[in-house]
Each structure stands twice: as C-alpha cells, then as structure tokens.
C-alpha cells in the first residue's frame, strides 16, 4: 500500500504571524455615569430558562471583522478589527422594575419591521420581566408630537405576520432638541431605533445628546434597510425576503418575453445606491439576459452597449429579461436643474425612474433601427410589493436574534451600538461606526463575475 503525503502549508509560511486585535471600543453608560449600581441579571431566576456556565458572554469575547486571508502576501501591520460579542451578560445595569422602554420605527418599509417590534416586545417582558413598553409612533416626530402607544405581549401577537409597521412610520422629523426632550419627559431609558442609514445618523446625534446631558439612557440601532446597503453586517433583515418576493416579478417577466414574438420583460428593482437586490434577484432566478445596477455604469447606443446586446440576445433567443435597480443610469436620464437639486424628506436626492426611461429608450430604439418589425416589451415594478410584504421564515429568525442581542446588550449597559451579525457570529458595533458605512456592490469581486458568467452581459466598458 502507498501512502501520498500532501503538505497543506504554502512555501515560506514559517514566520507568517498575525497583527494584535484592535478592539472597537463600545460605549456604556459608566463612562458618563460611574456610581451606576449592577444588578445579577434577571434570567438567573427566570422559570423558563436555566442559564448554564456558559451562558453568558464574557467581555473578553470578540468577534473579528476580517477572515479571509491570502498568507502568501504580505501580512499587513494594521491591526484586525473585532468586535464585543453579542449576548446576555452575567450583571446588568438597569433594575427592571424602573425600566420604560421605548421602540421607534422610521423611514421606508422593510419586510421583518413588525416581527422586530414583536419580538423587542417579547424579550423584554418575557425575558427581563420589563413592563413598562411602548411604541413611538410616525417615527422620529412621534417622540414629540404624539403620545406612545402602551406595548405588551398580547397587543403584538400576530404583529410578525403583517407586513409594514404597525406603529406607523415617517420620513423627516427629526428636531434633536424636541426628541430628546421628550424623551427625557417621558422618563425612557431604554430606546430602540429600527430604521435605515439615515434613521442610524439621527440615533447617533439622539445618543451624542444624551450623554452630553448625562441622562441614564441608552439607545441602540437595530439597521432596517431593505436594499442592504448598510456595511460592516452582514445583511440587512428584510433582505431576503425581497429577493424572493422579486422573483416572482422576473419570472412574470420571463413568462411575458417568452411568449411574445421580440419578447422584452423589463422589471425594475429597488436600489437607490446599491444593486444588491437586482444582483441577487438575478443570480437566484436564473432568467435573466442583463442586470443593471447603480454601482456598474453602462451605456445604450455603440458597440458593446445595452441595445446592440439585446438586439443580438432577441436574434438568438427570441426574448429578453432586464433587471435594472432604482438607481442605475440617473446620470443618463435628462433631468432640469431644478430635478438635479431635489431633496425628499430625509435629505436624499430625488431619482427619477430608470425603469420608465429605459422602457421608453427602448421602444424608441426598436421603432428606429427596426421598422415594421414584432415587438413586445412588458414593463413590471414590484417595488411596494417587494418591501410591503411579511418576512418570510429566515428573516422572521434574523429578526428575533437581532431584538434579543439590542435587549441584552442595552441591560448590559451598553449605548449608543448596533447588534448585528458579522462573519455569522452577533456582535455589538458603534452606532457611527454603522451610520458612517455604506455596503455596496463590488463590481470587481467574485459575486459580480458570478452575475455577468450566467447572463454573458456586456461589461459596458468602452474599447
């Protein structure tokens, strides 16, 4: 019998090492508030849960930013980034008995929003025997301008399978000074900010202006964003669910082209910044001829373009499918100067519809370059289905892991923080660490090649 001894280790790996961890520091009401008195923390009387030895997280548990490593370059000085895991600890510091929590929604509509209302709910009043909860409605001009809504386990039952939020939710509103303030005369001390990038830079502000106070409260995030543009997570809840609600728009598309004779299915996708949507729609299902996202330009008219490659998938195939995201191609739409400087609500530029141009662009394409000749092109916008529906199963999951993780690391004592998964495993994260990120598409990576090695795309790049 022979043996094969294969050696694993790359050549010259004998004095790879890596650089110290560089722990992101995670702030907590003593460092404002020194005198804070700790509490054993409530689960360890709880019937229904018998914590073992291992239960709790110790501080000395982190979570790195970084796995993927090449040790046959260079290894960098720069120190690994990690993170405080995310979990119950052994002492807490809030007596249960005075705690008034607040739980506010804003922004647009994701799939899960309820289920992490539910489930803040819940964990609260099961979990720490809180019972004092409520929920703020219209966003952020709720904590100000209308009174809260008393919250508890039966009036939020069935909240996770309903789509929206059930507290209401607006875009805009934010006056720092009349939030807090109402805050403070509410007497709050836990407050619980579901909302996207923009909701995540008002919570950071909300807990700068807290702490300058000195007041005794702590706010976390809990990142909403159905396009999953929020970076250093690794995805945001809702996500999920709308890919799979967007298949059924591509292959209502599909169906539609594939009938027809010169058959195009153009459905456009949310994504005002990033594509990731579009990109997994489009790797999932299978039928699609061209994805466009905003972080990949692409051009119409010459060779290499959008209308000579559709014209030659329509030769080949007889159909065509197109994916394009909200925001691809606004700097090809004409737009007045008075469009270019729009703002909605929450500050962000007004984009116009690529999906109603592009469909426009290309009935004047075929009309030019092909007169008399079939053609059918059906134009599909699942946008508010996409965000308005239940979570589905993984979602509603992420979502309970994501209100239990905000619940324990608040009593912790921590504020002024993000829970959320990274590399898999729950970490807590600074609040304008999260509000500064962006998660966008890279065009370079292996998911992007993935993406043009099924449709056999165009890169757009001009020769």
């Known amino acids: 019998m022979s043996s094969n001894k294969t050696n694993s280790k790359p050549e010259n790996n004998e004095n790879l090492c890596f650089t110290p961890i560089h722990l992101q520091t995670l702030p907590h009401l003593k460092d404002y508030l020194p005198n804070l008195e700790t509490h054993i923390n409530p689960l360890d009387h709880n019937q229904f849960y018998h914590p073992s030895d291992s239960f709790y997280i110790n501080p000395s548990d982190v979570i790195l930013r ?51 209302i539910r489930e803040l709910v819940v964990g609260l009043w099961d979990l720490y025997g809180v019972r004092e909860i409520f929920g703020v409605r219209a966003g952020y001009r709720g904590f100000y301008s209308m ?44 407050v619980y900010i579901v909302g996207g990038d923009g909701s995540m830079r008002g919570a950071v502000k909300i807990f700068e202006e807290i702490r300058r106070r000195k007041l005794n409260i702590s706010v976390t995030g809990i990142p909403k964003t159905v396009d ?12 999920e669910t709308a890919v799979e609600v967007a298949q059924q728009a591509i292959s209502a598309a599909h169906v ?30 299978c039928d699609v001829d061209c994805c466009l996202i905003p972080e990949n330009d692409f051009y119409l008219e010459g060779e290499g373009g959008l209308f000579e490659f559709l014209g030659h998938r329509l030769k080949t195939n007889g159909h065509a499918v197109v994916v394009v995201a909200e925001g691809a191609g606004q700097e090809l739409i004409p737009r007045t100067d008075a469009q ?21 662009e290309l009935k004047r394409w075929w009309a030019r370059d092909h007169p008399g000749e079939l053609f059918t092109l059906k134009y599909i916008d699942p946008t508010y289905m996409v965000r308005a529906v239940p979570a589905n199963a993984t979602d509603n999951l992420y979502c309970t892991l994501l209100a239990h993780s905000a619940i324990h690391g608040v009593m912790a004592g921590y504020t002024g923080f993000v ?30 090649a993935w993406v043009r090695s099924v449709s056999n795309q165009p890169d757009f790049s001009k020769k």
């Open 256 to 285: 539609e082209a594939e009938s027809a004779v010169n058959g195009i299915g153009l459905v456009k996708l949310m994504g005002r910044s990033t594509g990731h949507i579009a990109l997994h729609s489009t790797l999932s299902s």
């Open 228 to 239: 999953n543009d929020i970076g250093i997570i690794d995805r945001s809840f809702g996500f």
């Open 340 to 360: 270019k400087e729009e703002r909605d609500e929450s500050g962000n530029p007004v984009f116009l519809d690529a999906g109603v141009w592009l469909k426009s």
């Open 419 to 448: 829970s959320g998964p990274i590399n898999g495993n729950y970490a807590y994260i600074p609040l304008d660490e999260v509000a500064q990120s962006k998660n966008v598409v890279n065009t370079n990576d292996h998911k992007w």
């Open 66 to 116: 970084q796995i993927l490593y090449d040790l046959t370059s260079s290894i960098s000085d720069e120190p690994h980034l990690g993170y405080h895991r995310a979990g119950p600890r052994k002492e807490i510091y809030f007596d249960v008995s005075h705690v008034r929590a607040a739980i506010v929604t804003c922004g647009g509509l994701c799939p899960g929003m309820n289920t992490v």
């Open 147 to 190: 009174e809260p809504m008393r919250l508890d386990p039966k009036v939020v039952h069935k909240w996770h399978k309903r789509g929206g939020t059930a507290l209401e939710t607006t875009r805009g509103g934010f006056d720092l000074e009349k939030i807090v303030d109402g805050i403070e005369q509410r007497g709050f001390n836990q």
